[in-house]
């Protein structure tokens, strides 16, 4: 054959394996995405295909897998490709590679409800201890009861049995004030935090305290006892707190009473209408601001009818009186001591400081 035929001849079969070659690798690259060059292979430094057509390396390479001698595969060139692509390696490998699963949503554990209940009785008391520990010992009408105790006697709605256990031990543990003291609307209504209780609430308490001495001069129209303020219902009360936050028997009030004897009579008789509503109190406890003195009319009236109805005497530890005392000293008044005691007059609760 003619050395030109031969030429041609061979040219044609080179140009016919090259367009196989690309064919090839254009009809893969539409199915899989691209493939990159081992990194056991050398990249020429040049190509004289153009950059739409594969490299000579990766046509070589894809010579190799698919006309490789003996039809076999070379496995490590084969690994090494379908280790660098992200689809199946089915053709190079042989192995099924099972897609990734797509990620499911996790299972949202349910939280089981602490057993509090289960809990022995002493370990709940103490919990409830802490749980109330914030809140003042003495209750009365406040303008901040929904902050401080309001919200925490929601407890109480859990269930039954919490309402009974936390219920008592809240109402037992507290002293409640019988009339409000706190200047304002509170201090003027008819209707104390003691008759806003329920009769179960009321059974509970085993302490109450009486205030004396705000509005000496005008005591409120419902500082009055009567059925209404449930003091029969708080069988279970053993101490009543009488505290004296003045005296208007002193010298220092001349001139500013209403009348003599007027608030010390009134004291006497509240005293009074409730001790015999609550025939149950074993004893009252006395106390008062340093102001006070235990020889004047005020406290002489109210100690005596304390012990008309048979109830023991004990002392507040404000005051510090005990049953040795003799005499005391007269508190000589003071400018700053009759500007207080007229605020006092109008039912502002203040203390008077000697």
Same mark, same amino acid.
């Given at each position: 054959?003619p050395?030109?035929a031969t030429?041609?001849?061979?040219?044609?079969r080179? #140009?016919?394996?090259?367009?196989?070659t &690309?064919?090839?690798?254009?009809?893969?690259?539409?199915?899989a995405?691209?493939?990159?060059?081992?990194s056991?292979?050398?990249?020429p430094l040049?190509?004289?295909?153009?950059?739409?057509?594969?490299?000579?390396?990766?046509?070589?390479?894809?010579?190799e897998?698919?006309?490789?001698?003996g039809?076999?595969?070379n496995?490590d060139v084969?690994?090494?490709?379908?280790?660098?692509?992200?689809?199946?390696?089915?053709?190079?490998t042989?192995?099924a590679?099972?897609?990734?699963?797509?990620?499911s949503?996790l299972a949202?554990?349910k939280q089981?409800?602490?057993?509090f209940?289960?809990?022995p009785?002493?370990?709940?008391v103490?919990?409830?201890?802490?749980f109330?520990?914030?809140?003042h010992?003495v209750?009365?009408?406040d303008?901040?009861?929904?902050?401080?105790?309001?919200?925490?006697?929601?407890?109480?709605?859990?269930c039954?049995t919490?309402?009974?256990?936390a219920?008592?031990?809240?109402y037992?543990?507290?002293?409640?004030?019988?009339?409000? #003291?706190?200047?304002?609307?509170?201090?003027? #209504?008819?209707?104390?935090?003691?008759?806003?209780?329920?009769?179960?609430q009321r059974?509970w308490?085993?302490s109450?305290?009486?205030?004396?001495?705000?509005?000496?001069?005008?005591?409120?129209?419902?500082? &009055?006892?009567?059925?209404a303020?449930g003091?029969?219902e708080?069988?279970s009360?053993?101490?009543?707190t009488v505290?004296?936050?003045c005296?208007p028997s002193?010298?220092?009030f001349?001139?500013f009473?209403?009348?003599d004897?007027?608030?010390e009579?009134?004291?006497?008789?509240?005293?009074t209408?409730?001790l015999?509503e609550?025939?149950?109190?074993?004893h009252?406890?006395?106390d008062?601001?340093?102001? &006070?003195?235990?020889?004047?009319?005020?406290?002489?009236?109210l100690?005596?009818?304390a012990?008309?109805?048979?109830?023991?005497?004990?002392?507040?530890?404000?005051?510090?009186?005990s049953d040795?005392?003799?005499?005391?000293?007269? &508190?000589v008044?003071?400018?700053?001591?009759v500007?207080?005691?007229?605020?006092?007059?109008?039912g502002?609760?203040v203390?008077?400081?000697?």
């Amino acid at each position: 054959m003619p050395r030109k035929a031969t030429q041609q001849l061979v040219g044609r079969r080179i #140009t016919t394996r090259t367009s196989r070659t &690309v064919a090839t690798v254009v009809d893969n690259s539409l199915h899989a995405p691209p493939t990159p060059i081992p990194s056991n292979l050398n990249t020429p430094l040049s190509s004289a295909y153009p950059s739409t057509y594969a490299s000579e390396a990766e046509g070589d390479v894809d010579g190799e897998i698919e006309g490789g001698i003996g039809g076999q595969v070379n496995e490590d060139v084969a690994k090494a490709m379908g280790a660098l692509t992200l689809a199946g390696s089915v053709e190079a490998t042989g192995e099924a590679t099972a897609p990734p699963k797509p990620l499911s949503r996790l299972a949202r554990r349910k939280q089981k409800p602490f057993p509090f209940l289960e809990l022995p009785a002493e370990l709940r008391v103490k919990i409830y201890e802490y749980f109330f520990d914030d809140t003042h010992y003495v209750l009365d009408l406040d303008p901040d009861n929904y902050r401080r105790i309001h919200k925490k006697l929601g407890f109480l709605r859990t269930c039954r049995t919490i309402s009974l256990e936390a219920g008592y031990l809240f109402y037992s543990t507290h002293t409640v004030r019988i009339f409000p #003291t706190h200047p304002g609307k509170h201090f003027k #209504t008819k209707k104390p935090l003691l008759a806003r209780m329920s009769a179960r609430q009321r059974s509970w308490i085993t302490s109450l305290e009486m205030r004396l001495g705000p509005g000496w001069n005008k005591p409120p129209r419902g500082w &009055v006892v009567n059925p209404a303020l449930g003091l029969h219902e708080c069988t279970s009360v053993r101490k009543l707190t009488v505290f004296v936050e003045c005296d208007p028997s002193d010298g220092i009030f001349n001139g500013f009473r209403r009348a003599d004897d007027f608030y010390e009579g009134f004291s006497r008789g509240l005293l009074t209408d409730v001790l015999t509503e609550m025939p149950f109190v074993e004893h009252v406890t006395f106390d008062a601001w340093s102001s &006070v003195r235990k020889k004047g009319a005020m406290m002489r009236g109210l100690i005596n009818t304390a012990l008309s109805h048979g109830k023991q005497i004990r002392w507040g530890p404000e005051r510090g009186w005990s049953d040795l005392d003799d005499e005391e000293d007269i &508190v000589v008044p003071t400018n700053d001591m009759v500007a207080t005691a007229l605020l006092n007059g109008v039912g502002m609760d203040v203390v008077i400081v000697a």
